[in-house]
């Protein structure tokens, strides 16, 4: 499997298993059908309340000797409820424990954007924090410390503009390792990307497939879909491959590491597979030029009328 690779020589598969919206009863089995097509790479979060059956499968996997924990990549998000400095590690303790783990290979903060403690959804002013209240360089101050005592290999930030990024570049001890965001054909995120490439950091794609599973609740009407539209298919039957394949391989292509989510068993085996196509200059030029623009995930179940924040404070200017 292609890896991407960290400052300090580590490796990262650029191929991982999504679990966001994986429910708790399929994820158990999608991690172990997972594991057995060859995936090496899990991402996960807090938010997606399943990493503790997650963890039940990583345990099964180890106990029969399927794989060694050191051979394994797993990622995890620090939740927008625990960005105090003292919040930080606690959480991340948490999430050892769900995931039945002893450290993680990558922790990010989700989304730059900060609740009172316990709240899951922060809808009333008074449940969010402002970043006055809790500036972004405190919760990154528990990232670092997270890293130098051991419970996280590597660490990063997810959802983060290059403006947020400059931040902790400028005012932080470690310099973010990765960004997560979402990034396909429709958002290809050019002006970010080489900012992240010149900062020697990471990228991963989430929501590579467009997330036609998302709820009702936020998702648009009449959004355009990856998987149908006509460029990729068109790609897709070239290379004798599905639309799926094709937008895993954009990724790969770029070099950057992405996380197609799927609990069914042959769409878990077929996403791997996408590593064995390798899209031409034509290919990447056409899908470069598919005439869409779109954010699935827009974040605006963060801005609403009660928020202290809004789209444009998230977004690339
Ligand atoms: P399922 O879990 O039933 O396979 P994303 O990774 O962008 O969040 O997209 C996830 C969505 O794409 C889920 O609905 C998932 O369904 C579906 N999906 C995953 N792999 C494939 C595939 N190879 N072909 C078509 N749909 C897929």
Known sequence: MKTIKFRNGDEMPIIGL???????GEVYQAVLWALEAGYRHIDCAAIYNNEK???NALEKAFKDRLIKREELFITSKLWNSNHRLDDVQAALKRTLKDL???YLDLYLIHWPVSFKQGVGFAEHREEFYTYSDVPLIQTWEGMEQSKDQGFTRHIGVSNFNSEKLGELISSGRIVPEMNQIELHPFLPQEKLVNFCRSNEILL???SPLGSGDRA???KKPNEPSLLENPTV??????HNASSAQILIAYSIHRGIAVIPKSVNKE???QNLEASKIHLSEADMEKLSNIGTSYRYVDGSF???PMSPYTLDDLWEK
């Open 18 to 24: 999504g679990t966001w919206k994986s429910k708790p």
């Open 53 to 55: 059956e997650v963890g």
């Open 100 to 102: 039945k783990l002893s």
């Open 204 to 206: 991963t794609a989430y």
């Open 216 to 218: 009702d609740s936020i």
């Open 233 to 238: 298919i068109e790609i897709a039957s070239a």
């Open 267 to 269: 769409r878990i085996g």
């Open 302 to 304: 963060f801005t609403g």
